[in-house]
């Protein structure tokens, strides 16, 4: 923590104090300084005033001090230093310019604390760190009404003092994204209780969560000038505001997950069997279902459900969940649709979101058409909206087609550009790893899968030059690598020569055949657990009419913007890694492929730099810009205006280091004399923080796109 620190040896002893003994009383903590802020450059909240009063009354009362200010440039580092917290008193639109914002970042990073009452939510819409900061940015509001709040977390010393519901007049919030996933929701809204709630049952209004090295606590509370003068809303303000400056510790990491149930384990039920099938979890499924069967699970609760997660498998017809309480025609909690996966050891994942009033054990009950339907191989019921090991929507293109004589017996790629490895390799930025080898799986292989999941994407796209070859033969090994981090895979499939349509629909059925039951091979739940196949130039083909022979089976996307070229295809992307600077035909191919029911996979790349790799090359590149770039790349994306609404989005690369767009981590010391950049001033970070600034930028994005889509 950088924080200038003014306080004297007594204090810090008693600051410290105030840290390890949990709760304390408010009196017995150590002096500290709050700045609180209320700049509008949008609408003015009447109550501003009444807020400041508050926050100045609280502070007498319980030894801390209140500058307010509406004045931007109090933002600086130096400044900010002399305060433990920040509040952020209904400040609306862009009220702090570029300088100002790297200091509240720097400030809250390095061990500040934020607080953000109501409108702060409605303030700074073009700076992604601070839509991170607050939690969810402000979306819309019904009129001044009584709604029922509702404690889930009665520790925090915001709302330690609070009972279990909460009736108050104010104006209610509804977010652009769920915040759920990554704050510790200490309040939400019960939106049966009033009218113009839009988030769908599950209605965070408070929050808090670590940023950083510091803390950042939001409330949706606070419209109405009356709300100052109400002592609970006013001791919710005094536990947010200690809480922030470090004087309250409190829990603050999100509360998510649940134990996952074998289907199979139904203590009584109508209809269904056990089902041995070898790749199940503990070798057997949920089986033999058919329409209005039922499996009851005594031992599973429902009450306060709110999210069904299940692994599903179908060579029958598919069908539906119904999740129900206490009986089979008990409450009706959610439903979710089963889709054919293709075979009954294929499986795939699905979800439901619940609501009703839950009073009994877990009951399914299934239904669909004639025949055999589904299996269920296991299950989990949650009380909160489970987090995502990563995003099936962002794709990041893999290449494992390197090699050392460690492993390989020789070099493999590394040498491009007529280079000597391995301190002398064909890119301009070096790999954290070192010139690795694609086959050494329990080290290089193993660690780029826990990258990848850093990186917040669940697919990457694996770069596939024909059977039997040095790809085909690592592929196994790769998936095995990714299925222990959650990670699926989906093919790029490269122009190897004499490649026709017809040998690529061969390519594509091997690869359903060889790969298709391996758990880590990705299939799309959204599209009937289809298979995903990448063409990379695609144009050279002209007649792609055999694809028609796997289009029950296989998302397939040509690479390309100009929708008279994808007859056949299931959708298009792009893969070039400068382009998405521009975004040249994104819109117009996104608004095609949604009317048409395709696929559209935009791709980004963070920059663009092959001057090792291949000497003299007249390839325009695209300089990193500390971040710059990626960022106006995803941004572009993302903009329906622009990117045109993406299906996925995929990324150029994890590991393309002949031209320099690799988000996998580049060392931040390379050997000297060979000119290597490095990842340093990416995103404000140096050094070996740099390394995987990349990783954590994409994270940021993918969680982005999911919240906007969601």
């Not at 903590?29 to 209320?38: I, Q």
């Not at 709040?149 to 003092?161: F, I, K, L, Q, S």
């Not at 089979?328 to 909690?333: E, P, Q, R, S």
């Not at 300089?623 to 609404?645: F, H």
Request: aromatic residues 12%; charged residues 20%.
């Amino acid at each position: 923590m950088r924080k200038l620190l003014r306080r004297g040896p007594a204090a810090m002893v008693l600051a410290l104090a105030a840290t390890l003994l949990a709760p304390v009383p408010a009196a017995a903590a150590a002096p500290f300084d709050v700045l609180v802020f209320s700049k509008t450059a949008g609408f003015r909240h009447d109550s501003i005033p009444a807020g400041i009063d508050a926050l100045r009354a609280l502070g007498q009362a319980n030894d801390f001090t209140v500058t307010a200010t509406e004045d931007s440039a109090v933002f600086t580092e130096e400044n900010l230093a002399g305060y433990e917290a920040v509040v952020f008193l209904n400040t609306t639109g862009d009220v702090l310019d570029s300088s100002r914002q790297s200091a509240l970042e720097s400030y809250v990073d390095s061990g500040g604390g934020y607080v953000g009452v109501h409108a702060a939510a409605d303030t700074e819409y073009d700076w992604p760190y601070y839509g991170q900061l607050v939690g969810a940015w402000f979306k819309s509001h019904p009129s001044i009404q009584q709604a029922t709040v509702v404690t889930e977390d009665r520790e925090h010393p915001a709302t330690a003092h609070l009972g279990a519901t909460w009736s108050r007049t104010d104006e209610w919030y509804n977010y652009r994204a769920n915040p759920r996933s990554g704050v510790r929701v200490l309040q939400s809204l019960d939106e049966s209780t009033y009218s113009g709630g839009e988030m769908a049952g599950d209605h965070p209004i408070t929050w808090c969560h670590a940023q950083g090295q510091g803390r950042s606590f939001y409330t949706g509370l606070g419209h109405t000038a009356e709300s100052y003068a109400d002592p609970a809303f006013r001791t919710l303000l005094l536990g947010a505001v200690r809480y922030a400056a470090g004087q309250a510790p409190a829990d603050c990491s999100p509360r998510t997950g649940a134990a996952t149930v074998e289907a199979e384990s139904f203590t009584s039920g109508s209809g269904v069997q056990r089902a041995p099938h070898a790749p199940a979890s503990g070798g057997a499924t949920l089986g033999h279902i058919d329409h209005g069967d039922w499996a009851a699970y005594s031992t599973v609760p429902t009450d306060g459900a709110r999210r069904f997660t299940a692994q599903v498998s179908s060579a029958g017809t598919g069908g539906t969940i119904e999740i129900r309480s206490g009986s089979a025609d008990g409450t009706l909690l959610g439903t979710v649709d089963v889709p054919v996966t293709g075979g009954w050891e294929t499986f795939t994942t699905v979800t439901a979101e619940l609501g009703g009033t839950a009073s009994g054990p877990l009951v399914l009950r299934f239904t669909g058409g004639s025949g055999a339907l589904f299996d269920v191989d296991t299950f989990a019921l949650s009380t909160e909206p489970a987090a995502e090991a990563g995003s099936s929507d962002v794709h990041l293109f893999y290449y494992p087609w390197y090699g050392s004589p460690q492993v390989h017996g020789t070099w493999r790629h590394w040498q491009q550009g007529g280079r000597t490895p391995p301190e002398d390799i064909g890119a301009d930025f070096y790999p954290a790893l070192g010139p690795y080898d694609s086959g050494d799986m329990a080290d290089a292989v193993a660690q780029h899968m826990r990258w990848v999941k850093q990186s917040g994407a669940g697919v990457i796209v694996y770069s596939w030059w024909g059977r039997g070859g040095y790809e085909d033969r690592l592929a196994k090994g790769v998936l095995d690598a990714a299925a222990k981090e959650d990670i699926k895979v989906a093919w790029h499939l490269e122009p190897y020569a004499d490649r026709t349509a017809a040998s690529t629909v061969e390519d594509i059925e091997y690869l359903n055949a060889t790969y298709g039951s391996h758990p880590a091979f990705y299939r799309s739940a959204a599209h009937g657990g289809k298979s995903a196949f990448y063409v990379f130039e695609s144009l050279r083909i002209s007649d792609w009419s055999a694809l028609d022979a796997v289009d029950d089976t296989s998302i397939v996307l040509a690479q390309t913007t100009d929708t008279t070229k994808i007859a056949h295809f299931s959708g298009l992307y792009t893969y070039d890694g400068i382009a998405g600077a521009t975004a040249p035909g994104w819109k117009q191919a996104g608004e095609y492929a949604r009317a048409n029911g395709l696929v559209w996979a935009p791709s980004v790349a963070p920059g663009y730099l092959d001057d090792r790799a291949v000497p003299g090359n007249t390839t325009p590149t695209v300089e990193r810009a500390d971040g710059a770039a990626y960022d106006r790349q995803w941004n572009n994306a993302l903009d329906p205006a622009i990117g045109g609404s993406p299906t996925w989005v995929s990324v150029t690369s994890f590991n393309e280091w002949h031209e320099g767009s690799s988000i996998e981590p580049a060392d931040s010391s390379p050997p000297d004399g060979h000119g290597y950049l490095t990842f340093d001033g990416a995103y404000g970070k140096e050094g070996e923080a740099a390394e995987t600034a990349y990783l954590d930028r994409t994270a940021y994005w993918a969680d982005r796109f999911e919240k906007a889509r969601r």
